[in-house]
């Protein structure tokens, strides 16, 4: 068979082109963004790509086209697609008729922390020997590479809530159909789909009714928001995970009080089953390894085996990554753009840094963050920087020096990159840790500020 992706170049149709490409179809593809690095990996694979959308491409004749959620009706391939009367199918509903069909689908949904634990989660079943499939938004370390069609039964995927395509705006992860699912946790996100939290809900209400019986579902239990999805229907055994918890909570975690969590003991309920010591930190991971070792456990893999493989777990790229170090001042790297996810990384970096300086830099690029809908909560989620840079371009829409501002001297706004990069690089000292946060490139400045840092010292 031969695909055509409209979109090929994102993250999650780049990995649908790879699976297709390793399932033994012919696949090519356009975007408007044809560039390294994902332009090499799916040339690599011996992909065909376009550049733009117009209707030419067609020509290519392919037996059906997988429409990405970038699309949108007026643009030419699109109208011509329609015109023509073509097979089109959106990305998750021909992965789901295509591959996940006839597999065990262990699915990781939640507003934070999904490419993470989806990444667990592979590396565990990895680990004991499964040689899963996956397709995860992010690349996690001990792969390289963001998605795999790997071998029957299992296939792990992040199952994001995002709508499916201009066609279908249902979210992404009801076409999945999982036999184990994640429920990492539930807040507003979105705002340029969602109206309100309540519409997110009725989503993952959807979600539930997908499950079979006999699957599992492993909720965070700490989570109102997902206790209330709960109530309002599911037919699937639960299992309850959170850091602590009542005696409904099945998976708890037991560290010193203070910990970075680089060290904790794994309960079941009161009785601890093993002790995991590995190269991550923050008490978000805590909760995300508890999910993934519930989820593998459902799969088969015993939770001591599960702990095992997580002592050699390397992490995911863009998750708290060390980019570098120039001038005695490191530079780390991490996708937190929500308030929760912001607040959560920079106590991570804290626990481990201890009293070493902290200079957080964000980019407000989401589109929920661009329409001003955390501005309310943003000083808040920085509080626990020593000193913050937000970068505020002149189009952002929303007053950012007033969200910062409860932050007094501590914040400063920059509405240029080189200016952002210059006064970094002339204001950092030795021993500070720079948190550089984004869900996008911002414009490459961990490179940037790298750069001029070592030209400050040479």
């Not at 000193?387 to 920059?414: H, I, S």
């Amino acid at each position: 068979m031969h695909l055509h992706i409209l979109g090929i170049c994102g993250t999650f149709m780049g990995g649908i082109a790879a699976i297709a490409r390793a399932a033994g179809h012919r696949v090519t593809g356009s975007d408007r963004n044809v560039y390294p690095p994902m332009s090499t990996q799916l040339r690599a694979l011996g992909i065909e790509l376009v550049e733009g959308y117009e209707a030419a491409q067609l020509d290519l004749n392919p037996d059906v086209i997988v429409v990405g959620n970038v699309m949108t009706r007026g643009m030419p391939v699109i109208e011509a697609m329609l015109d023509r009367g073509l097979n089109y199918s959106s990305g998750p509903e021909w992965l789901a008729s295509a591959v996940l069909r006839e597999r065990w689908v262990l699915a990781v949904s939640g507003t934070h922390g999904k490419t993470t634990t989806s990444s667990m989660l592979a590396w565990i079943l990895e680990d004991a020997g499964l040689s899963p499939g996956f397709l995860i938004g992010g690349i996690p370390d001990n792969f390289g590479l963001s998605a795999r069609f790997g071998e029957a039964p299992f296939f792990v995927i992040e199952a994001d809530e995002y709508d499916t395509a201009f066609f279908d705006k249902r979210a992404k992860f009801v076409h999945y159909r999982p036999r184990t699912l994640v429920l990492n946790n539930l807040e507003y996100d979105h705002a340029d789909i969602y109206p309100d939290l309540a519409a997110i809900e009725r989503q993952f209400q959807h979600l539930l009714r997908t499950v079979p019986g006999n699957g599992r579902i492993l909720c965070n239990g700490s989570d109102a928001n997902l206790q209330r999805v709960l109530k309002l229907g599911c037919w699937t055994p639960v299992e309850q995970f959170a850091r602590a918890g009542g005696d409904d909570v099945q998976w708890r975690a037991r560290a010193p009080d203070g910990a970075d969590y680089s060290r904790f003991q794994v309960m079941e309920r009161d009785a601890a089953v093993g002790e995991l010591e590995w190269n991550m930190l923050g008490a978000h991971n805590v909760d995300n390894a508890l999910a993934a070792l519930g989820a593998a456990r459902h799969a088969g893999v015993p939770i001591e085996r599960g702990i095992d493989a997580l002592r050699r777990f390397k992490g995911v790229a863009r998750r708290m990554q060390l980019r570098g170090e120039a001038a005695g001042i490191q530079v780390y790297d991490d996708f937190a753009h929500h308030p929760t996810a912001i607040a959560t990384t920079i106590d991570g970096l804290r626990r481990r840094v201890g009293s070493s300086r902290i200079i957080a830099v964000l980019e407000p690029r989401s589109q929920t963050m661009r329409l001003g809908v955390h501005q309310a909560s943003l000083a808040g989620s920085l509080a626990g920087a020593d000193a913050v840079w937000l970068y505020a371009p002149p189009d952002l829409g929303w007053n950012a020096q007033a969200a910062v501002a409860p932050l007094g001297t501590r914040a400063r706004v920059v509405e240029n990159l080189d200016a952002l990069v210059a006064a970094l690089a002339q204001q950092l000292r030795a021993g500070d840790r720079v948190l550089i946060m984004s869900n996008g490139g911002f414009g490459g400045l961990h490179t940037r500020l790298l750069d001029a840092l070592t030209r400050r010292v040479s």
